[in-house]
């Protein structure tokens, strides 16, 4: 590897990795706190983002526009939203065994639709390119953003903003931490969440066309190995917080970048150990923020694994 | 939806509320019949009657919960049919229910404005802040806004509740059993306020109670229920305490209010002590910190407190359901881990609020649940083989000493009235010889038959020479039942007394914190 940077490349690589990686956990998490805002859990996302990275794809190939395989990512998701959250609205339906079988669904139908666009290639989203004021091609290469970074952040504040400030957002979060209130003062409850999922998996089916329209850029089956599960976990680190959400995607996407990095400079033995980075994450974050004798603060009251 | 085109706006002031011929059937149960009710514009309206006795559906059929079969409901003098909540609300009737409906983590400004029948979609918080200040001097209640409602005490959570109402301009509350949570101070200092409000004309005041001082201290009129039937109403300057209850309870029970019975020698070993016993909460704050407490055998003694104090985390750190974080708790003087066979040896037994949920397995038949002490051991199982026979014939005699009403001895515990459930698990921890009882707010909820019959089968095991340790929210019952009452505040121990040397009044203020007043 011809590195003018040396061990530099290192810590340059895993930023633009966490800001080229971070975007579908972004997108994810903050469509899973919307949806957990609401009172629910949508474990499905994991399905959600790979019918997203496949339809996005396709629509992206056929039209030849990929923000319109964009939106249509969104819309996939949205309705595989509707249907868990229709599904949860009937009685006695346990919203964390539809998820893992709308996660199961939702990967399969996408690996049956998207067989036929494995080969083709589809015209991808484009970069924003901030780092021209280098000559070094890492850096430059690093600070490659996305559109959709910059369209995540800005909804990340957004959903910041309109949780305290907004009727819809102090709506969403009545039925999320007492049910009985929202009931009280006339608010359909059922229908805030299913609004509330559905949004939220707008937002992860965008995450989704992410991966197959700019990183890695193409469609195949192995192409979330996860992301969309990790997500949900990133929510509890995040503590339900939107704005904590953003810089605990970027801790992930670093992660993740962190095999690759040390591999650009030639450190290839523990490539796979490295590229577990996240999973490990994961499970730490799961084992420290996990404690028999205490709930965990911030967390929805109405949340069927915290009541 | 604020206002209909053309629509009044509401008028201000207290309003009146006539309730005429009421009758409400569930099924074929008749839980109101032909019950008429006049809360006069600005009055102090009290609705009076034991547990069961229709008074809560009485007010459910004036907010709209479950409209009446028959009667007619006026509101400022007119005829309204109130089918919703939200019919009630326009009209300008609010409740405040026993349990709260505040947003636990949203701030008592958040709640407040959330309230509101028409939020604006964008909510300006700086505006909103100084309307509700300029509001709040308005009201007798001082609340602090940005205090998150999780964070709040239980009295603190209601005077939200009330203010919330007086927000959404209700000119007619209705108060379920308000003062429950509250410490005497709390209630009075809460009751005043309203009855003050009520004084300038402001709002008509509903209140569903079962406490006669709070009648007889605070309401102009009252209303007594019994068994969904009017049994009287009057003024209150003209009725006294025997006559209510005369009213409340029916005429054979008339005067026989509740009488120490004959006190426990308390003479015995200590069967029970507790040294420097510190348990935590589910959030890891430190919820018990009891130095220490001696329960000898044949005697009870009564834990006082308002509820949240401690109460629950100290018997189920005893009971075995709670970790304890440091101290000792010895029966017969060997250390005591709560542990099945421990238990065993030391003939340790317990009735635990909501039973059903704490000690029963509710899926399972009430045979089963009776059994759960004694199945695997001889004679309900021979080696590791349970015998059903056995099993089922001794639960059919407990059940018919026990006077437990159910489908039969097969029909899951679940299925049976709280009292029953509370039968069934008094009948399986009392079926053997008891050295120690743990009981926990027995009769919570429990109609006036079933509460004399478990107060009886305590004092009996008493008397037997079980030492009974018992925890209660309602300071009557440990009254009527304790050798020796003991308060419980915010995890300690704070007062001290023998039954003979009761003062009522220095209790009421340790259970709100008073410390130094114990020191008497």
């Not at chain 1, 039209?63 to 939106?71: D, E, I, R």
């Not at chain 2, 309870?249 to 070993?269: Q, S, Y």
């Not at chain 2, 420097?276 to 834990?303: F, P, Q, S, W, Y």
């Not at chain 2, 029963?360 to 080696?383: K, W």
Request: aromatic residues 6%; hydrophobic residues 45%; proline residues 5%.
């Amino acid at each position: 590897m011809d590195s003018g940077l040396g061990w530099w490349g290192v810590p340059i690589a895993v930023l633009g990795g966490a800001l080229r990686v971070s975007t579908p956990f972004l997108f994810v998490s903050l469509g899973e706190c919307l949806t957990e805002k609401s009172g629910r859990i949508n474990l499905g996302l994991e399905g959600v983002l790979v019918m997203g990275a496949m339809s996005g794809y396709a629509i992206s190939y056929t039209t030849g526009n990929p923000w319109l395989g964009v939106l249509a990512a969104g819309f996939a998701g949205l309705l595989l939203g509707v249907l868990h959250a229709l599904v949860c609205n009937l009685p006695r339906v346990n919203d964390i065994a539809v998820g893992i079988g709308l996660m199961l669904f939702g990967t399969g139908v996408a690996f049956f639709l998207g067989k036929p666009y494995v080969q083709p290639k589809a015209p991808t989203l484009p970069a924003i390119p901030l780092g021209g004021w280098s000559d070094s091609p890492q850096i430059q290469a690093a600070l490659q953003i996305n559109v959709l970074f910059v369209l995540g952040l800005a909804l990340a504040l957004l959903l910041h903003w309109a949780f305290r400030n907004t009727r819809w957002g102090m709506v969403v979060r009545m039925a999320g931490d007492s049910a009985d209130a929202a009931k009280a003062m006339g608010y359909s409850v059922s229908g805030i969440r299913l609004a509330a999922t559905a949004g939220g998996s707008f937002l992860a089916g965008i995450g989704g066309a992410f991966l197959s329209l700019y990183y890695p850029g193409s469609w195949n089956e192995g192409l979330s190995s996860g992301q969309g599960l990790m997500a949900v976990a990133l929510v509890i680190f995040a503590r339900w917080r939107p704005l904590a959400c953003f810089w605990a995607a970027l801790l992930f996407g670093g992660a993740a970048a962190l095999g690759p990095a040390l591999q650009s400079v030639g450190i290839t033995s523990g490539y796979y150990l490295f590229n577990a980075t996240p999973y490990v994450l994961t499970l730490a974050i799961m084992v420290v923020t996990c404690s028999p004798k205490r709930t965990l603060s911030g967390a929805p009251g109405e949340l069927s694994v915290t009541r | 939806m604020t206002l209909l085109p053309g629509a009044i706006p509401p008028p201000h002031g207290a309003l009146e509320v006539q309730m005429v011929g009421i009758t409400k059937r569930f099924g074929a149960f008749t839980a109101l019949d032909d019950v008429s009710l006049h809360v006069r514009p600005g009055s102090f309206h009290a609705l009076l009657g034991e547990n069961g006795a229709g008074k809560s559906t009485l007010v459910k059929c004036l907010v709209g919960y479950h409209p009446p079969d028959q009667g007619q409901i006026l509101v400022g003098g007119r005829e309204h049919d109130i089918r919703t909540p939200h019919d009630a609300h326009a009209l300008g009737v609010g409740m405040v229910y026993q349990h709260f409906t505040l947003v636990p983590s949203m701030t008592v400004a958040e709640n407040l404005v959330m309230a509101r029948d028409a939020v604006p979609g964008i909510i300006r918080w700086r505006e909103e802040r100084e309307r509700l200040h300029a509001f709040l001097k308005t009201v007798p209640f001082k609340l602090e806004l940005d205090a998150p409602v999780s964070s709040l005490a239980a009295g603190e959570k209601q005077k939200v509740e009330i203010v919330k109402l007086l927000y959404l301009q209700r000119r007619f509350m209705i108060l379920d059993e308000p003062t429950s949570v509250l410490t005497p101070q709390e209630a009075n200092e809460m009751l005043g306020m309203l009855r003050d409000m009520v004084r300038e004309g402001r709002i008509s005041v509903l209140v569903i109670t079962h406490k006669f001082r709070e009648v007889m201290a605070f309401a102009d009129r009252v209303s007594v229920l019994r068994r969904g039937r009017l049994a009287g109403e009057g003024e209150v300057a003209d009725l006294d305490p025997e006559r209510l209850a005369e009213m409340m309870i029916g005429r054979r029970e008339a005067g026989a209010t509740p009488t120490r019975r004959i006190a426990g020698n308390g003479k015995g070993d200590v069967k029970l002590a507790i040294r420097g016993l510190t348990v935590n909460d589910d959030a890891g704050m430190k919820a018990v910190d009891v130095e220490r407490l001696e329960v000898h055998g044949g005697e009870i003694v009564g834990i006082a407190g308002v509820s949240g104090n401690g109460q629950r985390q100290l018997v189920e750190a005893l009971v075995g359901q709670r970790p304890r974080e440091g101290g000792e708790v010895h029966v017969h003087g060997e250390p005591f881990a709560a542990r099945r066979s421990e238990m065993r040896r030391h003939r340790v037994f317990a009735l635990p609020e909501e039973p059903l949920r704490n000690a029963c397995v509710p899926g399972l038949s009430v045979a089963e649940n009776m059994a759960l002490r004694r199945f695997d051991r001889a004679p309900l199982s021979r080696g590791s083989w349970v015998n059903w026979g056995t099993l089922r014939r001794e639960a059919v005699r407990l059940i018919g000493e026990y006077q437990v009403k159910t489908r039969g001895p097969l029909a899951p515990i679940r299925t049976l009235s709280g009292g029953n459930v509370q039968r069934a698990v008094l009948a399986r921890e009392l079926s053997e010889e008891v050295s120690v009882l743990i009981v926990a707010n027995p009769v919570f909820g429990l109609d006036f038959a079933a509460v004399a019959d478990i107060h009886d089968r305590i004092l009996a095991a008493r008397d037997r020479g079980a030492a009974v340790l018992l925890v209660s929210e309602d300071l009557d019952e440990l009254l009527e039942l304790s050798d020796r009452i003991v308060v419980m505040f915010d995890g300690h121990l704070v007062h001290e007394t023998p039954i003979d040397a009761v003062d009522t009044g220095v209790i009421g203020r340790a259970m709100a914190g008073h410390v130094s007043a114990s020191a008497h």
